[in-house]
């Protein structure tokens, strides 16, 4: 089993739904959570980070973490032909020293 | 602002020959990462290094091998290639290690014949 698992893909979406991602993760002292973008052959940029559980919000995109339930979210609201990428979520979890551990990525579409 | 920079950006070598890639931190990162990204997979851990020391180790082939140096750049040596290791490799950075937030650079595709 993955160490992050993500809700398989591809997920497709009209421009101006919101897009939902989901992550579980298995380790329960796990930390840190993020959220990373990255398009076909580049790199991975990190969009949102949340360590607390609850929501954070960050212009049209909002992380949800729930520790107990060892699940992260992210929502991203009035989607865009642009946010088509492929999303990584990633977990720092508590034994290591920053090593991250990625899930196999959401592809996201937005179709105009 | 400044970003990762890595070097070069794309390397072509043939198997059994050897190859260096090279990562400059953001300035005032201690940490450095190394990730390894294979063809429709996720970026897999290396190693890392924080203020130059060996900070931790994962999935890196004996082959392998790296260091941060004291103006924190960190250079990556590959020997012995093999076919298996055409990937795209990373490298990130933070400022110290734990919660910290990591940025990534834009990688060297390599590419082994």
């Known amino acids: 089993q993955k160490e992050v698992e993500q809700n398989s893909g591809p997920l497709s979406v009209p421009e101006g739904a919101i897009a939902s991602l989901n992550c579980t993760y298995s380790d329960r002292g796990s930390q840190s959570f993020f959220w990373y973008r990255q398009y076909s052959g580049k790199s991975p940029e990190l969009i949102m980070s949340?360590?607390?559980?609850g929501d954070k919000e960050d212009g049209r995109f909002t992380a949800q973490l729930n520790k107990a339930s060892q699940y992260v979210s992210l929502l991203i609201r009035d989607s865009q032909p642009s946010d088509s990428a492929t999303y990584l979520c990633?977990?720092?979890?508590?034994?290591?020293?920053?090593?991250?551990?990625f899930g196999r990525g959401t592809q996201l579409t937005v179709w105009p | 602002a400044a970003g990762v920079i890595q070097s070069p950006r794309h390397l072509i070598k043939e198997k059994r020959e050897t190859a260096t890639l090279k990562c400059y931190p953001i300035?005032?990162?201690?940490?450095v990462y190394w990730y390894q990204q294979g063809p429709g997979q996720d970026p897999q851990f290396l190693i890392s290094?924080?203020?130059?020391?060996?900070?931790d180790k994962g999935s890196i082939p004996d082959r392998f091998s790296a260091q941060q140096f004291s103006d924190y750049h960190s250079e990556l040596n590959m020997s012995s290639l093999e076919l298996g290791d055409s990937a795209l490799y990373f490298c990130?950075?933070?400022?110290?290690?734990?919660?910290?937030?990591?940025?990534f650079g834009p990688g060297t595709r390599l590419t082994v014949t």
């Open positions: 990130a950075s933070s400022s110290g290690t734990g919660q910290h937030e990591q940025y």
């Open positions: 300035p005032r990162h201690d940490t």
């Open positions: 949340i360590y607390s559980n």
């Open positions: 990633a977990v720092l979890r508590g034994s290591t020293l920053g090593r991250l551990y």
């Open positions: 290094f924080y203020e130059k020391m060996q900070s």
